[in-house]
């Protein structure tokens, strides 16, 4: 292969994290730069492009690269376009696919980060060789990326899969970052299980190793340290998350009937404390024909290279859509849905 290697990016609030990726799904290497740096995004691609090309000359990669997959925040991948996003400082909607492609001189692909971590899962890690699976993420908010029948699923607009903003409680519930109340990422989330703490420790009088920490700089870190540590009540939060996932993922397998359910992100390494009442509660929530079906598993990618290697995939997929013999073939940067 003459270009052994794609390039995957991953924009995030904080951090943009970049690397080289081998056909094998290894990061030969990887860098970042800060995404809020520069409040106009021309200035934030020209440091970009001299960071990532820095990289590349010191892997011997310069001129080896197929195609640049990138995940990002509300990134369509039907138009190349981040169309709107709260948590970037530029102008939107913005055109990223097509400014990156064109300052890199290579075919860019582009969709929203759960979606990608779906994609490098299903290249890489544990979901190779399924068909029908679904990727969740349980980081700050609650992310998804549907399969099915080996496809990722777009919806006619490239924003199907928002499955954290399923709403679970109708009355009462809480706010969520979108606007509406009662969804599963206000609950499910990092920062929904440190919600749920302030609410348990406000409305309930038990002793708790949470009662040492300041209500609010609670985090879900300190939920799972006190919780291994056999605190009471910090198990109970668990308790209340995992149940509510497993309620989540009934009604997520009448959907699409997926032979599995991934996780992924720092709320899935609380091992048994999540997984034991989010099993129990799955199965006693599911339609009777679906009962005993559907794994639930976690990630195979490293956490330090699953951004990169998500977006990766579609690095893969954009250079071999530019090179196809296919006269039709459009560069993966100029796709948009007729």
Same mark, same amino acid.
Request: proline share 4%; charged share 20%; glycine share 10%.
């Given at each position: 292969?003459? +270009?052994?290697?794609?390039?995957?990016?991953?924009?995030?609030?904080?951090?943009?994290?970049?690397?080289?990726?081998?056909?094998?799904?290894? @990061?030969?290497?990887?860098?970042?730069?800060?995404?809020?740096?520069?409040?106009?995004?021309? /200035?934030?691609?020209?440091?970009?492009?001299?960071?990532?090309?820095?990289?590349?000359?010191? *892997?011997?990669?310069?001129? +080896?690269? $197929?195609?640049?997959?990138?995940?990002?925040?509300?990134? *369509?991948?039907?138009?190349?376009?981040?169309?709107?996003?709260?948590?970037?400082?530029?102008? =939107?909607?913005?055109?990223?696919?097509?400014?990156?492609?064109?300052?890199?001189?290579?075919?860019?692909?582009?969709?929203?980060?759960?979606?990608? /971590?779906?994609?490098?899962?299903?290249?890489?890690?544990?979901?190779?060789?399924?068909?029908?699976?679904?990727?969740?993420?349980?980081?700050?908010?609650?992310?998804?990326?549907?399969?099915? *029948?080996?496809?990722?699923?777009?919806?006619?607009?490239?924003?199907?899969?928002?499955?954290?903003?399923?709403?679970?409680?109708? *009355?009462?519930?809480?706010?969520?970052?979108?606007?509406?109340?009662?969804?599963? &990422?206000?609950?499910?989330?990092?920062?929904?299980?440190?919600?749920?703490?302030?609410?348990?420790?406000?409305?309930?009088? &038990? #002793?708790?190793?949470?009662?040492?920490?300041?209500?609010?700089?609670?985090?879900?870190?300190?939920?799972?340290? /006190?919780?291994?540590?056999?605190?009471?009540?910090? !198990?109970?939060?668990?308790?209340?998350?995992?149940? =509510?996932?497993?309620?989540?993922?009934?009604?997520?397998? @009448?959907?699409?009937?997926?032979?599995?359910?991934?996780?992924?992100?720092?709320?899935? !390494?609380?091992?048994?404390?999540? $997984?034991?009442? $989010?099993? &129990?509660?799955?199965? +006693?929530?599911?339609?009777?024909?679906?009962?005993?079906?559907?794994?639930?598993?976690?990630? &195979?990618?490293?956490?330090?290279?699953?951004?990169?290697?998500?977006?990766?995939?579609?690095?893969?997929?954009?250079?071999?859509?530019?090179?196809? #013999?296919?006269?039709?073939?459009?560069?993966? /940067?100029?796709?948009?849905?007729?």
């Amino acid at each position: 292969m003459s +270009k052994p290697y794609v390039l995957g990016i991953d924009i995030g609030g904080t951090n943009t994290v970049f690397g080289i990726v081998d056909a094998r799904g290894v @990061v030969l290497a990887s860098s970042s730069i800060k995404t809020l740096k520069h409040t106009d995004f021309n /200035a934030y691609l020209d440091e970009l492009y001299t960071e990532v090309h820095r990289l590349l000359e010191a *892997n011997d990669a310069v001129d +080896k690269i $197929l195609g640049i997959g990138i995940g990002a925040p509300n990134a *369509n991948y039907y138009t190349g376009m981040i169309e709107e996003c709260v948590n970037l400082p530029w102008p =939107m909607p913005l055109p990223l696919a097509k400014m990156v492609s064109e300052k890199f001189g290579v075919p860019v692909a582009i969709t929203n980060d759960a979606n990608a /971590a779906a994609l490098g899962e299903m290249t890489y890690g544990a979901a190779r060789g399924l068909r029908d699976f679904i990727m969740i993420t349980l980081g700050t908010g609650v992310g998804s990326g549907i399969v099915i *029948n080996g496809q990722l699923v777009y919806g006619h607009d490239g924003f199907a899969g928002e499955l954290g903003h399923t709403i679970m409680r109708r *009355n009462n519930g809480r706010l969520c970052g979108c606007g509406r109340t009662g969804c599963l &990422e206000a609950y499910c989330s990092a920062t929904g299980v440190a919600r749920t703490a302030r609410e348990f420790l406000e409305i309930r009088d &038990e #002793p708790s190793l949470l009662r040492d920490i300041p209500i609010d700089s609670i985090t879900s870190k300190d939920v799972y340290d /006190a919780a291994v540590k056999g605190d009471k009540l910090a !198990k109970e939060i668990f308790e209340y998350t995992g149940n =509510m996932l497993g309620e989540a993922f009934a009604d997520f397998t @009448v959907f699409s009937s997926p032979e599995a359910i991934i996780l992924f992100g720092g709320l899935a !390494k609380s091992g048994d404390l999540l $997984l034991r009442p $989010l099993r &129990e509660s799955m199965e +006693k929530h599911m339609m009777p024909v679906f009962r005993g079906k559907v794994k639930v598993i976690l990630s &195979e990618l490293k956490e330090a290279d699953a951004a990169v290697l998500g977006a990766s995939a579609l690095g893969w997929e954009a250079g071999k859509a530019n090179a196809a #013999p296919n006269p039709v073939a459009v560069p993966a /940067a100029q796709q948009i849905k007729e």
